[in-house]
């Protein structure tokens, strides 16, 4: 932002065009990268950073309009470049590309390798780097990699759900349950409650009810997000047909407990539960408190629009889903 406040006031400032250039590559931004792109070759066409751009503008010209031979002879250019600029990612990057799109696939990892070493938090990078290694067909490697990506980025689930898919691809079922158990022993405490779930859906999945229900059972005892537990165990009981039981273990959870999150996401699950029973007026009562506490709670609102829309408010619900 800064930057493109400075070119809006001096737009013949070089400087400020090639990093903004940097910036709209790195973030792959392509628009602003051909923009600021094109504006600093006009400005100094001489230079080694315009020299540069220019090749990756051509290439991504070629890439446009499909035109394969282009792009390899851009490519070429852009490696006999490197002998010059060795330290430019966007040459680099361009060699990444071209090499993929010709299964070059020992040649990108080599360019992803030093991509990496010289900006390892890039999590575009060890992306494409995946992709390589899964050109290649190397399993272990690939494994290896996802591993450590769900090391470098907790935060980011979806490389978890990568390895997960990548052991379920080849049948190894325990090595999900190691993976998930393993996650549960070392994340800080909200990933390992999402691990937790995902370990009781697993066994779920993979083992039946009443192994799931066995680790159920383990983490309340020992004192784990109890609440959000218990309202599992009472959900499985529902499914299982004993919904009278469940429905009032969600009642004891609930009774006299602070609003909060979890306590607005029980509170949904046993409207649910009343509906399916019959009692629309207790969870009509119950969605209308969570609402209350949680204007925007989405299970709620969800429920609520199904009321309006059996009332002949179509507008409301609308807005309730809206």
């Known amino acids: 932002a800064q930057y493109l406040r400075l070119v809006e006031q001096y737009p013949d400032d070089f400087r400020a065009r090639t990093a903004l250039v940097e910036l709209a590559f790195q973030a792959r931004l392509w628009e602003d990268f051909e923009r600021h792109g094109k504006a600093a070759v006009e400005l100094q066409p001489d230079t080694p950073s315009s020299e540069i751009i220019a090749i990756a503008l051509d290439y991504r010209a070629a890439a446009l309009e499909e035109d394969s031979a282009a792009m390899r002879d851009h490519a070429r250019t852009a490696k006999d470049k490197l002998a010059t600029y060795e330290d430019s990612v966007i040459l680099r990057s361009l060699l990444v590309d071209s090499y993929m799109k010709n299964n070059n696939s020992s040649a990108a990892l080599a360019e992803l390798d030093w991509l990496l070493q010289n900006d390892p938090s890039n999590e575009y990078y060890w992306r494409q780097r995946l992709l390589v290694l899964a050109q290649q067909n190397d399993l272990p490697a690939m494994e290896a990699q996802l591993r450590e990506m769900v090391q470098r980025f907790p935060e980011n689930d979806a490389h978890k759900q990568s390895l997960i898919r990548f052991f379920m ?69 529902f499914e299982a047909g004993d919904r009278d039981q469940a429905i009032a273990d969600l009642r004891n959870l609930i009774e006299n407990a602070e609003p909060s999150d979890e306590i607005n996401n029980i509170k949904a699950v046993l409207a649910k539960m009343l509906q399916q029973t019959g009692n629309e007026v207790a969870a009509r009562a119950l969605v209308e408190d969570v609402l209350a506490n949680d204007a925007g709670h989405g299970e709620s609102l969800k429920m609520q629009a199904g009321w309006q829309l059996r009332n002949d408010e179509p507008d409301a619900a609308i807005a309730s889903l809206r």
């Open 169 to 237: 691809s080849q049948n190894r079922t325990d090595d999900i349950e190691m993976f998930l158990r393993d996650l549960i022993a070392t994340a800080d405490e909200e990933r390992a409650t999402t691990a937790r779930v995902d370990l009781i859906r697993f066994l779920s999945n993979t083992q039946g009810p009443e192994a799931a229900r066995v680790e159920l059972d383990a983490f309340i005892d020992a004192g784990v997000n109890v609440a959000a537990f218990r309202a599992m165990r009472a959900g499985m009981d």
